[in-house]
Structures are given as C-alpha cells and as structure tokens.
T-cell receptor, first 117, second 110 residues
Framework: NAGVMQNPRHLVRRRGQEARLRCSPM?????VYWYRQLPEEGLKFMVY????????ESGMPKERFSAEFPKEGPSILRIQQVVRGDSAAYFC???????????????FGPGTRLTVL | GNSVTQMEGPVTLSEEAFLTINCTYT??????LFWYVQYPGEGLQLLLK?????DKGSNKGFEATYRKETTSFHLEKGSVQVSDSAVYFC?????????FGTGTSLTVIP
C-alpha cells in the first residue's frame, strides 16, 4: 500500500507566478489535510477536505490560496501570484475518516518544498 | 485555544545517552497526543501516541505518558542511537485539526 504521494518534491517559482502542489492520499483514504511548515517552525494547519468538499479552511490565507479535492484525481493546493513569503514546505496528510475519533492518525506525505525567487 | 509548547533545541547527545524532550499543551476538551519524527528531506512519521490521560505511548524504545494534571507529554528514550538524529514534533488533536509544536532537533554523535 503506497503512502501519501506528493509532487513535485521541489518547486521553484518566480514572484507573481502560480504554484500547483499535488497530493494523492493513501488508497482508501477520502480525507486530506494540508499543512505549511515555515523555516524553523512547526507545521501549521491550512485546510481539510473530503472528496469534492472543503470542510475546514480556517488556516488558509484568504487571498491567493485555494484547494480542491475532486472526485477523481489528486488534491491540489494552488497558490496564485506567489511572493517570497510563500517559500515553505507544504505537507499533505490523509486519513480514512475524520480524525476526531480515537483512531485519529493522519499519514503524512514527504512534502513539497516551494522556493520563490 | 489549542497549542503545544516544546523545549527548544537543538539538542546534541552522545550515543547511549538518556533523552528527554519536554512537551506541554493547552487544549479545550480531551485531546489525543502524538509524537512525530521528521528525518531530513522527509515527511512526518508517527512515532507514538496516547489517546487518554495516563496512557503511555511507546515505540522503538521511545516512551511518553499523557499527564493530564501537568498537561504534559514528555518524550523519553533510555539510550539514543545515531540513527535517532531527526526533528521531533509534539502534537495534539481534538478534532480534525492537528496542532504542532515548533519541533526539537536532535543530533546524536558517536
């Protein structure tokens, strides 16, 4: 059973360009979470999605950032008009169900490291 | 609100030394507590967890006990190895969102 897949692993963009980060959850998992890790900091929650629905986007910046998890295909985190402050590692996690119960582990992907020049 | 505070690193130990990484938390409700480990260039891997007060999580020689009275979940290992060098994150979960500490970098030297 393959783990959570993220691509690309490294992404370089110039200021003003768009960044698209992809996440394929583990097989059988229908819940996806995106986190951002800034240098020297812990992970910060951005958004939680189920298939075709955004459940909680309380951690996502209101502008330039969007996320989707279509019925078919990977989840996409999209950053428009990137700025240098967007440089970070973006991690995706998945779970087979919501994690508010006792069996509430999230499985993490290897991350995408975004560098904005 | 929910938050996690970890001892700051970096921590450098000799092989076979005793390890403690402190973690305290603030939470509404009854959180589950976790330790994740991140090796260079990789994502987070679950190390251990505890879902209720007085539970002890353990894995690969690491242990942590959920202490509700002190709101703590300190990570310990009796004898560290070079291969334990990594960044360790304490985290809590009360719903669908995880809250992470800032991470503690551990380097074990031979």
């Amino acid at each position: 059973n393959a783990g959570v897949m993220q691509n690309p692993r490294h992404l370089v963009r110039r200021r003003g360009q768009e960044a698209r980060l992809r996440c394929s959850p583990m097989k059988g998992h229908s819940h996806v979470y995106w986190y951002r890790q800034l240098p020297e900091e812990g992970l910060k929650f951005m958004v939680y999605l189920q298939k075709e629905n955004i459940i909680d986007e309380s951690g996502m910046p209101k502008e330039r950032f969007s996320a989707e998890f279509p019925k078919e295909g990977p989840s996409i985190l999209r950053i428009q008009q990137v700025v240098r402050g967007d440089s970070a590692a973006y991690f995706c996690a998945s779970s087979p169900r919501g994690t508010s119960g006792r069996k509430n582990e999230q499985f993490f992907g290897p991350g995408t490291r975004l560098t904005v020049l | 609100g929910n938050s996690v505070t970890q001892m700051e690193g970096p921590v450098t130990l000799s092989e076979e030394a005793f390890l403690t990484i402190n973690c305290t938390y603030t939470a509404t409700g009854y959180p589950s507590l976790f330790w994740y480990v991140q090796y260079p260039g990789e994502g987070l891997q679950l190390l251990l967890k505890a879902t209720k007060a007085d539970d002890k999580g353990s894995n690969k020689g690491f242990e942590a006990t959920y202490r509700k009275e002190t709101t703590s979940f300190h990570l310990e290992k009796g004898s560290v190895q070079v291969s334990d060098s990594a960044v360790y994150f304490c985290a809590l979960n009360t719903g669908n969102q995880f809250y992470f500490g800032t991470g503690t970098s551990l380097t074990v030297i031979p």
